[in-house]
């Protein structure tokens, strides 16, 4: 909550109280990671169960190149979707060295 002052006609100082609404949550309270975090589980587990080798005729059906090839897939897109959500947001911060 920011508290800003405004100079009155009679000299006395009044406290005006804004809240300033993100527009966007941190990424550890959103559903993206929460399903980013869970599916990139998902195809490990996966990985483990169907790549283990021990198929009838040796096959490795789910490799760990294949596994760690989809991880990537959804690192790139949980990464654009925060980048997409934050694009619009405004930001807070007041230091001149970032602007």
Known sequence: MAMTTHPRTEGT??????SRGEETKPSWKT???????LAVIG???ASKVLGDGNAENGA?????????????LL????MISR???KAGSRSN???????
């Open 75 to 78: 690192t790139v897109g949980y």
């Open 13 to 18: 100082d009044h406290l005006v109280h804004r």
């Open 60 to 72: 490795d059906y789910f490799a760990a190149d294949k596994a760690w090839w989809y991880i990537t």
């Open 83 to 85: 980048g997409l959500a």
């Open 43 to 45: 195809v490990l587990i």
């Open 31 to 37: 559903t993206e990671l929460a399903v980013y975090v």
């Open 93 to 99: 911060d007041h230091d001149p060295r970032t602007h």
